[in-house]
């Protein structure tokens, strides 16, 4: 009863922030990030936008319906819609391995998921090279078979797979791993098949890292260019993506061409921005849940 009376008659005193910094320390801290996002982010983007309307909006609309330029659009397009969904399918296949089982050779297996990361895009590129190319040993026998690899859309989507595909993974992994297996354990115990598991269980608890990992992947896919710029042998018409494109251009002295394909690739990237906020924003209390759960 004296240890309530005490307490009751101590003053309340308002907790102190864990923030130690003076205000005049944080004024300078925010002013130097937004200085620093202003000049190399901001600014940037703005002047690509710029330059693409420096010509009129006629000028802008006729470099995107060009012919090459639609072509590159059309196969950059073509190369996100393939290489995506594979992605998604390894992403799942090794987060599912990585967090629900323990087997040798984890470890590795999780250093060579995060190998594009730390390879340079053009290695990656000259790998393919080294592989399908006409010194190589697969190289003859696929010309002899009419396969054709390098200069052409499979060896496009090839080096796009292998520069993208950590992102679904590595955003599965850690969201599954807090996870834990106690949820597809309950769900084999009470008569579910491994498939009906996955689909009703663990799909539904990693789909917003799931969705996550594809705007990722997507994005990256279709701004990737030193890796596709190697096995791409640059036919114009035919094997140039839209960054590809968009280099052709700037090197003919086209700069208002060249920072139009820019300017759509500017503009999907900020598409994905917004997506990625929009389901921050409208879906955050439920994505929080699900990593708690």
Not at 8 to 32: D, G, H, M, N, Y
Not at 158 to 169: G, Y
Not at 170 to 196: C, F, K, N
Not at 238 to 264: D, Q, R
Request: hydrophobic residues 55%.
């Amino acid at each position: 009863m004296a240890l309530e009376q005490s307490f009751a008659q101590t003053p309340l005193r308002p907790l102190k922030s864990a923030v130690t910094e003076s205000l005049t320390t944080r004024i300078v801290l925010i002013a130097i990030s937004l200085l620093f996002l202003a000049l190399f982010l901001v600014t940037p983007l703005v002047m690509v936008f710029i330059q693409a309307f420096a010509g009129g909006w006629s000028t802008y609309l006729s470099s995107l319906v060009e012919p090459d330029a639609m072509a590159a659009i059309r196969l950059t397009l073509t190369v996100a819609v393939i290489s995506v969904p594979l992605n998604i399918v390894f992403g799942l296949a090794a987060a599912w391995a990585i967090a629900k089982f323990e087997f040798k050779g984890k470890a590795f297996l999780i250093t060579l998921i995060d190998l594009p990361f730390s390879v340079s895009p053009v290695i990656a590129g000259l790998v393919y090279v080294l592989l399908f190319g006409g010194g190589s040993v697969l190289g003859p026998w696929l010309k002899s078979h009419g396969i054709e690899i390098l200069f052409a859309v499979p060896g496009i989507v090839l080096a796009t797979i292998f520069v993208t595909f950590p992102f679904v993974a590595r955003e599965l992994i850690p969201l599954m791993q807090d996870q834990g297996s106690g949820d597809e354990e309950a769900a084999l115990s009470l008569g579910a098949s491994g498939w009906q598991t996955f689909w009703y269980v663990t799909l539904p608890n990693v789909k917003w890292a799931l969705l996550y990992g594809v705007l990722l992947c997507n994005a990256r896919a279709m701004g990737e260019f030193g890796a596709v710029s190697v096995v791409s042998g640059h036919i114009r018409g035919l094997t140039n993506t839209m960054p590809l494109h968009v280099e052709i251009l700037y090197n003919e002295y086209n700069a208002v061409g060249a920072f139009a394909v820019a300017s759509l690739l500017a503009l999907l990237a900020l598409v994905t921005l917004v997506l990625k906020s929009f389901l921050e924003f409208r879906y955050g209390d439920e994505m929080a849940a699900t990593a708690k759960h």
